[in-house]
T-cell receptor, first 113, second 115 residues
């Protein structure tokens, strides 16, 4: 089944403890992206990647890192999480920047205490 | 990208058509209209998109006015499973940078389908 998977789905952590949220897609998509969703603010893009080893900042990249060493994986790294990073995170992929449809993962609900 | 305006909420009886409006009066000539929906904090799901002609797929129909300043998403026979937040998004499909694929979600319309 074609899908985007994220792990973990739920995570409660403490300030400053490094964490990684994994994202993987099995559709051989070139383009991958991370969004965060907060009440009243909609979805905002954090980082995106147009292909392996090509990443760039979205609208809200502060406090996050990403890497794209393989086409299928696009992990989101929080080196020193803070409470303002408590949010619902979505990974998405699409065949390319020209393509119309983005496929979203199920989401990761992160709470930073 | 052009800004969109949607009503915050709508109700629809099951089995009836749900018509969700969207205003995008500042849309430019090369901007497409997209619709996504999000069911209860799940990942957003693509529904349909169009440029200026009406479009139909297995999920819905999209009607775009001739001046392209507004559009309507039609779910022909709404079911309880269609209860969700529906997002109307306008964006440029031109290959300029990777941010061309950024989806700017507003607050959408919360559609409640009832028995």
């Amino acid at each position: 089944e074609a899908q985007v998977t994220q792990n973990p789905r739920y995570l409660i952590t403490v300030t400053g403890k490094k964490l990684t949220v994994t994202c993987s897609q099995n559709m051989n998509h070139e383009y991958m992206s991370w969004y965060r969703q907060d009440p009243g603010l909609g979805l905002r893009q954090i980082y995106y990647s147009m292909n392996v080893e090509v990443t760039d900042k979205g609208d809200v990249p502060e406090g996050y890192k990403v890497s794209r060493k393989e086409k299928r994986n696009f992990p989101l790294i929080l080196e020193s999480p803070s409470p303002n990073q408590t949010s619902l995170y979505f990974c998405a992929s699409s065949p390319g920047t020209l393509y119309n449809e983005q496929f979203f993962g199920p989401g990761t609900r992160l709470t930073v205490l | 990208d052009a800004k969109t305006t949607q009503p915050p909420s709508m109700d629809c009886a099951e089995g009836r058509a749900a018509n969700l409006p969207c205003n995008h009066s500042t849309i430019s000539g090369n901007e497409y209209v997209y619709w996504y929906r999000q069911i209860h904090s799940q990942g957003p799901q693509y529904i349909i998109h169009g440029l200026k002609n009406n479009e139909t797929n297995e999920m819905a129909s999209l009607i775009i006015t001739e001046d392209r300043k507004s559009s309507t998403l039609i779910l022909p026979h709404a079911t309880l499973r269609d209860t969700a937040v529906y997002y109307c998004i306008v964006r440029d499909n031109a290959f300029i940078t990777g941010t061309a694929s950024k989806l700017t979600f507003g607050t959408g319309t919360r559609l409640q389908v009832t028995l």
